[in-house]
């Protein structure tokens, strides 16, 4: 994916007073869980009649494979914020990973419902963080950050690319198609209350702080 400024201070990293990346989780996080939160709750609703349509397959195989029978043991928001603080996953990432399952689901392949959830977030954001970032923890240490064991997540990645069909690029305009769909879950109020905290919020992207080293650089020089 091309780099792109981001639009919204949602998907910015928190920034301190002295332009270092504050250890708080981006805002994108907190509007990413109530949006996933109300999804898991329609799914629900839906699963008895989705189930009785199903129909055998390997990708029915590959879809089952993500859902443990067992519900997280926290709340969504503090899950996502793990792979913020841990992984130091950026917001684009989860933009990305929003984006891929976003496409499962429309697929007809696999939705977000409570009992997938720790599975299927921790192999779209571990895939997203692929095809985002230059530099990634190994699936290891993402297996350590989901609760999951590494065995596990590398045989679920191979899952998740089946279902995706190795078609994981995600194009400028997409992407921020995604951001305004995010943004717009901001602006409705989303269950939660960061539209006050967004209009005072420090915010800085990683282009910004390039450009600030590359000025101090070159003041030194």
Do not use: W
Not at 126 to 147: I, P, T
Not at 183 to 209: F, M, N
Request: proline share 2%.
């Amino acid at each position: 994916m091309a780099s792109t400024e981001l639009a919204s201070e949602v998907y910015a990293l928190p920034c301190g007073e002295d332009g270092t990346t504050a250890p708080s989780a981006p805002v994108v996080v907190s509007v990413l869980a109530s949006l996933l939160e109300r999804h898991i709750a329609r799914n629900e609703r839906d699963l008895a009649g989705r189930r009785e349509a199903a129909a055998d397959g390997e990708a029915v195989r590959r879809a089952i494979a993500f859902d443990s029978g067992t519900v997280l043991d926290m709340s969504l928001q503090t899950f996502l914020e793990r792979f913020s603080r841990y992984a130091h996953v950026s917001p684009q990432v989860y933009v990305v990973a929003y984006a891929y399952l976003d496409r499962l689901r429309r697929g007809g392949a696999v939705c977000i419902v409570s009992t997938n959830a720790q599975r299927l977030l921790t192999t779209a954001i571990l895939v997203a963080s692929k095809f985002v970032e230059d530099r990634n923890y190994k699936n290891s240490y993402f297996a350590a950050v989901g609760g999951l064991s590494a065995a596990e997540l590398s045989s679920l990645e191979l899952d998740f690319l089946f279902l995706m069909q190795f078609r994981l690029n995600v194009s400028v305009s997409v992407f921020q198609s995604y951001c305004r769909h995010l943004e717009r879950e901001v602006s409705y109020g989303g269950g939660y209350q960061v539209e006050r905290c967004l209009k005072k919020a420090l915010v800085c992207s990683g282009e910004a702080q390039a450009q600030q080293r590359q000025a101090a650089a070159a003041a030194a020089q």
